[in-house]
């Protein structure tokens, strides 16, 4: 039996060097074997184009059942040019910028179009940072798509995944999760008891994963199933219920953080005073309490102060301080305790989202570091303004400044921001080139392009200026051409 | 043409059908569901999936013994090389 590579090396050498007869073929050929040429040579080439007739044509199609196919998008896709400038941006590794476009692709009521899919669900599975905007843009096509691949699954929102009627049964992790939180939209106490019913039965993955369906709808109602699961084997079930509890008014969780919060402070003239809290006992673990500190340096009494303090609802203080949060945090505070007691009220501000005590606390902090998880709690014109007076100054803390301000920037902000480059190009290493300037391709309105370029073409061509600010450039008109595809 | 050239075992061709991504391989089929080999190597099939979403669509490809190798499709009016 001849195969076709003996066929082909012989003719590749030629049949004087490797005599060949053609003797018999494989089947179906084999069958033809009459029809080849008397001439060894042309013999040789009936032969391979007979074989590899036979292997092309001999071949069966296989039956298999199709999947089925993906329901019909009402969005409109991109255009083409928006495409090539997501495509674009995904190579160059600037995902809050793509990420802040394709938002506004959704906003537009646009979706990715289909041939972009792949690159976007890869790229939002392996960074989170992209994970909602690609989710927004994905429409049905996408959705259908990410359901085929397992890494692509998790960038699909939960929250608009369709879920059948037997989901929390038979489901996959991700649809059950979304059933349970349709459900809690409809109906908070009928997806608590459910949860409540099967609780025994979950894995601790899933567990930590479904607690967090609660937080939709959080009511008194659910306190005694938070409580309980204080006590689960899983640490990180334990520390999401104590988030829960932490901002459920009126519970138990918040009584006891008080009672602890309310032994460490008080005043004493016209100071604050500290009492160092005591060993951390049992009730304080399940609390979610950590005696071990977290950052350097830090001792042990003072890491559970913090805590202790950050743990308790900020209303206390005016009760036991007395005043308004301006007036507290401008209380002098005894035996150099001021950091610590402050750090336990700016992580008690972000938690409990309250404004007023994030902004009291950013004054009296204005001269130390900030805080971007407080200054993101104030409003959007307020923000701003904080960091024009800011670059005014000029000071060290220009980029957390300016990172706390999520874009679009107001024209106030652009002038200010372009001003400030203007001053510093000229001047040496003062402030990190591509760290303020990615954040400024981000926000800048996109109508500072040009000036942006004027201060690259200016700037010492010594310097990382020139290079950084162009790429800025570069960022700020993706932007607006793209911005201009979804009119 | 066969004949002519029998060395060449890859020919240009377009067809038309469903990606049907698989473990292992990917296949190439027609509405009724018969299928040859789609073969992903040095291409992104995904691509291919994601435009096709499960319907039919027009494919360029390399069509050889082992199977067909798209390598641009159709989306729309848009050639999109795979």
Known sequence: MITYRELVAAATVGLAQRPLSVIELPEPAGEYGTVLAADPAVGLLDAVALLDAAQRAGRLATPISLPSPAPTDTRAELSPRAGRIVAELLGSGSADVLADLLRAAAHAGLRAASPLLPALLS??????????????????????????????????????????????????????????????????????????????R?????????????????SAADESFL??????????????????????????????????????????GRRIVVTLPGELDDAGRRDGLDARPRTPRAGEKTWLLRQIIAAAPLELWAEILGGDPRRIVALP?????????????????????????????????????????????????????????FL???????????????????????????????????????????????????ALPVDYEAQLRKLADDAPVTTSWPRALRRAAYLVELRRRFLEELR | MLALDP?????????????????????????SGASVSLLAGGIDPWVLAAVSGGAPVTAAGEWSADGFRPLTVWHGHTAVPL
């Open chain 1, 202 to 218: 979950e894995t601790g993955d899933d567990r930590a994963e479904l607690i967090t369906v609660l937080a939709g709808g959080l």
């Open chain 1, 227 to 268: 409580e309980a699961a204080l006590d689960d084997r899983r640490a990180e079930v334990r520390r999401r219920a104590v988030h829960l509890l932490r901002v459920l008014p009126g519970s138990a969780y918040q009584a006891r953080a008080r009672a602890r919060a309310s032994e460490v402070l008080r005043v004493e």
């Open chain 1, 123 to 200: 790229a939002a599975a392996a960074d989170s940072a992209l994970r909602d905007a690609v989710s927004a843009t994905l429409g049905e096509r996408g959705r259908w798509l990410a359901a085929l691949a397992p890494e692509w699954l998790r960038v699909v929102d939960s929250g608009v995944m369709p879920a059948a009627e037997d989901a929390w049964e038979t489901g996959r992790f991700a649809e059950r999760r979304s059933w349970l939180a349709q459900l809690r939209r409809r109906d908070p106490d009928a997806a608590r008891t459910l949860l409540a019913e099967g609780w025994a």
């Open chain 2, 7 to 31: 060395w060449l075992p890859d020919w240009p061709s377009v067809l038309r059908g469903v990606p049907v991504p698989g473990q292992p391989s990917w296949r190439f089929a027609d509405e």
């Open chain 1, 333 to 389: 505070i005894a035996d150099d305790f001021t950091s610590d007691v402050h750090a336990g009220w700016r992580r008690a501000a972000v938690r409990q989202r309250n404004v007023e005590w994030a902004r009291a606390l950013l004054d009296v902090s204005d001269h130390g570091p900030s805080d971007p998880g407080l200054a993101a709690l104030l409003p959007h014109t307020e923000r701003q303004a904080r960091v024009v007076a």
């Open chain 1, 392 to 442: 005014q100054r000029a000071a060290m803390e220009l980029v957390v400044e300016l990172q706390s301000c999520p874009p679009p920037w107001g024209r106030q902000l652009g002038e200010a921001v372009i001003d400030f480059l203007g001053r510093e190009v000229r001047r040496e290493g003062s402030v990190p080139v591509g760290v303020v300037l990615a954040t400024v391709a981000r």
